[in-house]
């Protein structure tokens, strides 16, 4: 009898507990805007996710081991769900000072056991706006061209580079330990001729400072892209959409259409992804070269009419070279370099893309086989894998291209050791480099 009154008693008093235990959480919390830096007065969000609602919510900066309060909420809320937001910076915590830090949160639940949790990042406090001074060089641009600016930055800042239109490039410390920046930059195939391009710096706090590049656009030196109608048999159809879309069904026309619009784009964003793989040094000291003894059957940014039992069906720009030898000739690495893709890709068959460092990077395409794997260090002129006609090829070549911070650019220029040398060589330290 006694047992059975203890059981009752600790029921009733563990009971009470465990439905405690159970309905108590512990808050849950993000910033739903990412915060890299604070300036003057840095507008924060933070969201606060609790079944039992919020008590106390604050916010500190931490620096040198000193933290400080910026923020707090001591109002209850029962949402489950919240988000408040204020500002924080120098402006009310002028303690602190250019340099590193870390901004915590600190939310303690409505529930009766009232946990507490908190979240951590770091931020850049940047107290000066920055500056730059942009090179003297007058820069001699055509569409399609890459170019090199060098420049100073001072200030705080957080990211610095080339912007041409909404396209951005970065900034890279000077090699050979130099003081200052530069950044390869592009001037796209299709960017409007008027676009200025301007040397950036930002904080990455609401202060973006901009300085224009010095340069001309000579209308007798823009390439003429041409128009080429290329006929789409039947044999060549089905040969597409057999090997890219080997489980799909309907219209071959529409199937043609949909790889030759849909799977362009999701493989090019593929290859302008492969920009964040790149070396932060110069992996090559010579010219590029073109492959040994090819024909240029394409240029950059030819437009290419498909025509299909005399219809058009679509209309694509090129950008590349396709550059046919014999059939499975040795494909060749245009220079000194690192591989960072060697698979299939779409449309573009079975590829490999080398960098070399700083953005610039070049892709080979249509291969019937690859010799080299993800990480391999290649020469100028290895042998990396055979021609073929594998993707969206008509016939067996290369399709040989150059990309630079993820925008694809004419090639010609690096195959010519003056352009090199008036371009690159000549405004940054290009070690080793020979004409």
């Known amino acids: 009898m006694g047992k059975a009154i203890l059981g009752v008693v600790a029921i009733a008093v563990l009971l009470p507990i465990a439905i405690l235990l159970a309905r108590s959480a512990t808050p849950l919390l993000d910033l739903p805007f990412p915060v890299t830096s604070l300036g003057q007065a ?72 009232r946990r507490t949790a908190s979240l951590a990042r770091s931020v850049t406090v940047v107290t000066r706006p920055p500056a730059i001074s942009v090179d003297s060089d ?12 060098t420049f100073n930055v001072s200030g705080g800042w957080t990211e610095a580079g080339v912007r041409v239109g909404d396209q951005t490039f970065r900034a890279w410390p000077m090699p050979g330990g130099k003081t200052g920046f530069f950044s390869l930059f592009a001037f796209a195939w299709n960017m409007p001729p008027s676009t200025i391009p301007l040397v950036y710096a930002s904080n990455g706090a609401g202060n973006d400072v901009t300085s224009p590049i010095s340069f001309q656009f000579p209308k007798k030196e823009q390439p003429r892209y ?8 039947d044999g060549f159809m089905q040969k ?26 999701a493989n090019n964003k593929t290859l302008s992804d492969l920009r ?36 058009k069906i679509d209309q694509q720009v090129h950008l590349g070279y396709d550059l046919a030898v014999t059939q499975h000739v040795g494909v060749e690495a245009s220079n000194d370099g690192m591989v960072v893709y060697a698979a299939p890709l779409g449309i573009y068959g079975n590829c490999i893309v080398v960098d070399h460092g700083y953005g610039l990077q070049t892709i080979y395409g249509h291969l019937s086989h690859l010799d080299v794997h993800v990480g391999d260090i290649v020469k100028r002129g290895q042998v990396m894998g055979q021609s073929g006609q594998t993707g969206m090829a008509g016939g067996d070549h290369i399709h040989f291209a150059m990309q630079l911070d993820g925008v694809q650019i004419d090639p010609k220029e690096w195959w010519d050791s003056h352009w090199i040398q008036d371009h690159v060589a000549r405004r940054v330290d290009l070690p080793g480099f020979r004409k």
Do not use: C
């Open 42 to 113: 840095t507008p924060i969000t933070v969201q606060v996710s609790d079944p039992r609602g919020v008590r106390r919510l604050a916010a500190f900066v931490e620096q040198n081991g000193v933290r400080y309060p910026i923020w707090e909420n001591m109002q209850p809320s029962n949402a489950a769900d919240a988000k408040w937001s204020f500002t924080a910076g120098t402006k009310t915590t002028p303690q602190l000072r250019d340099g590193t830090a870390t901004l915590i949160f600190e939310a303690t639940s409505n529930d009766l056991l």
């Open 240 to 265: 597409v959409i057999t090997e890219l879309d080997p489980n799909g069904s309907g219209d071959p026309v529409a199937r043609f259409v949909k790889i030759n619009n849909e799977m362009r784009r």
């Open 226 to 233: 041409t128009v080429h109608d290329l006929q789409v048999s």
């Open 276 to 311: 964040f793989k790149t070396a932060d040094r110069f992996l090559w000291s010579q010219p590029f070269t073109r492959q040994t003894h090819s024909q240029a059957e394409s240029t950059f940014a030819d437009l290419r009419n498909y025509i299909y039992q005399g219809k």
């Open 138 to 149: 007058q820069h001699y641009l055509y569409l399609g061209m890459a170019d090199l600016a």
